[in-house]
């Protein structure tokens, strides 16, 4: 690639493997690191405990880079964006407490739907005091992650799962207005397929504050083959000016896997080393790509 040209970090999501983690799952980063990634995902929650130093230790000594999201027990109650203050303080008090055990694993980024909780659908027309109301928080939860060395990361989701933040144009808008450089932005092309018309220009929107991308196909499957415009997409992601990572999620369907449980009833991940390397082989080609278009 030519000087100034994004890097990438590929990465897996832990939901490839299982839906909760533990101490007895530290080979999964085994895995993960053989098969080439370096960045992986461990998803947090009030159902979710394990010891923290066995994790950060193995993560370092295999140089994978870890992130943390809340994609396991988040009480509904705990919502920065409801029209209910308590709820908000509570919102605000667990994603505290998540931050701190995400800092606890030395993980590098806090990814999610934290301006909301996923689920909560209002249908009605916002109040316009609702954004600003919860870019205040977002402001407060930017500044004590950034303490901790932790990014705080937003990610828009589809009009299923939330009412606030569904598109690359609306993730702009809440980080203008929450105004800290540690809040960036990332991207799901599951949830951009239903929101966005044209992807190179979300993903361009989004450049200066893009922390990396869910890439995976409108079905959640592994990417190519479906309905994802991917030559638009890396178009758009070689004009990146720093690093960009690309995480591989779904959730596992093979025998004991809990996709079901979460709106999957097709078998997409059967196997998550299979689906790994056909996505990295994927998205390595289309890296590639950008190096000898010369982007």
Sequence with gaps: MKAGSPSFKLGAHQFLWKSRWTDGDLGILDAARELGLDLFEI?????????????????EALG????????????????????????????????RRIIERAAGIGAAAYCGATYGHPGYVCRRVPPPEELPRTASLLRELAEF????????????????????????????EL?????????????????????????????????????????????????GGGLVPWNDVFSALGEAGGCVRLMLETYNTGKGGFGYSRGIFSDLCPDPERFVKEGTAFLRARIEAIGRDGR
Aim: hydrophobic fraction near 45%; proline fraction near 7%.
């Design 175 to 223: 980080v203008r207005l929450v105004d800290h450089p540690n809040l960036l932005v990332n991207l799901d092309t599951y949830h951009m397929i239903t929101e966005e018309r044209d992807f190179g220009a979300a993903i361009r929107l989004v450049l200066p504050v893009l922390w990396g991308l869910h890439a995976c196909e409108n079905d959640r499957g592994v990417p």
């Design 145 to 172: 992650s950034a303490g901790l060395g932790v990014a705080l990361v937003i990610e828009p989701m589809s009009k299923f799962r939330s009412h606030l933040v569904n598109t690359a144009s609306r993730a702009a």
């Design 43 to 59: 998803s947090l929650g009030d159902d979710v405990e394990f010891d923290p130093v066995p994790l950060r230790r193995r993560a």
């Design 64 to 95: 994978i880079e870890l992130t943390v999201g809340p994609g396991n027990e988040w009480p509904a109650a705990c919502n920065i964006a409801s029209d209910d203050p308590e709820e908000r303080k509570l919102g605000l008090a667990w994603h």
